[in-house]
């Protein structure tokens, strides 16, 4: 069983510049959620896709988008980068139904210079 | 407002030197509580989920329990492999299945 994969491990940033992080979810999951994990914090929620739609949304303005792709696959873009923005970016995938747990990837450790 | 506080924030152990962890929480209807584990550099690993006031769940060494208002991380007997940072979330009645509210995490050392 293939785990959820994220890429890339590491990306360094300027301001006002826009990123793209991806996210392959594990086998037999349809459901991707992303986070932002700021140094010492905890997860906070950004939004989640289901059928590649925009199921949730959490507390962030709408320079933070994503999509998910036909094989579960997604993608969060960040536009107009603020130096706020550096954080670990964590995908989670999980399978339909609600309690279903959500098994994260190594994220993605984007600084903003 | 619903929210997770994890306390303590960090706990030093010596080996074989059994402790808790708790996780008390404010939400809207529980859907149901989640802790995983976080080694540095790495995202959350699962490791259980709590859906009633008066479950239990075991996995080696941990066991997780939980009430109406908190949730207990039982280590017995820890071994220096155990050290991580263990996170505690919940998911709330209304929001959508990825909304999981985060605590801030107990960074846990054993030492040998």
């Known amino acids: 069983e293939t785990g959820v994969t994220q890429s890339p491990t590491h990306l360094i940033k300027t301001r006002g510049q826009q990123v793209t992080l991806r996210c392959s979810s594990q086998?037999?999951?349809?459901?991707v959620s992303w986070y932002q994990q700021a140094l010492g914090q905890g997860p906070q929620f950004i939004f989640q896709?289901?059928?590649?739609?925009?199921?949730g949304r959490g507390n962030f303005p709408p320079r933070f988008s994503g999509l998910q792709f036909p094989n579960y696959s997604s993608e969060l873009n960040v536009n107009a980068l603020e130096l706020d923005d550096s954080a670990l970016y964590l995908c989670?995938?999980?399978?339909?139904?609600?309690?279903?747990?959500?098994?994260f990837g190594d994220g993605t450790r984007l600084s903003i210079l | 407002e619903d929210q997770v506080t994890q306390s303590p924030e960090a706990l030093r152990l010596q080996e074989g030197e059994s402790s808790s962890l708790n996780c008390s929480y404010t939400?809207?209807?529980?859907?149901?509580l989640f802790w995983y584990r976080q080694d540095p550099g790495k995202g959350p690993e699962f490791l259980f989920t709590?859906?009633?006031a008066g479950e239990e769940k075991e996995k080696e060494r941990l066991k997780a329990t939980l009430t109406k208002k908190e949730s207990f991380l039982h280590i017995t007997a820890p071994k220096p492999e155990d050290s991580a940072t263990y996170l505690c979330?919940?998911?709330?009645?209304?929001?959508?299945?990825?909304?999981?509210?985060f605590g801030k995490g107990t960074k846990l050392s054993v030492k040998p």
């Open positions: 989670a995938s999980s399978d339909t139904g609600s309690n279903q747990p959500q098994h």
């Open positions: 086998s037999g999951h349809n459901t």
């Open positions: 896709y289901y059928r590649e739609e925009e199921n």
């Open positions: 939400v809207s209807g529980l859907r149901g």
């Open positions: 709590l859906y009633s």
């Open positions: 979330a919940v998911q709330a009645g209304g929001g959508s299945q990825g909304n999981l509210i």
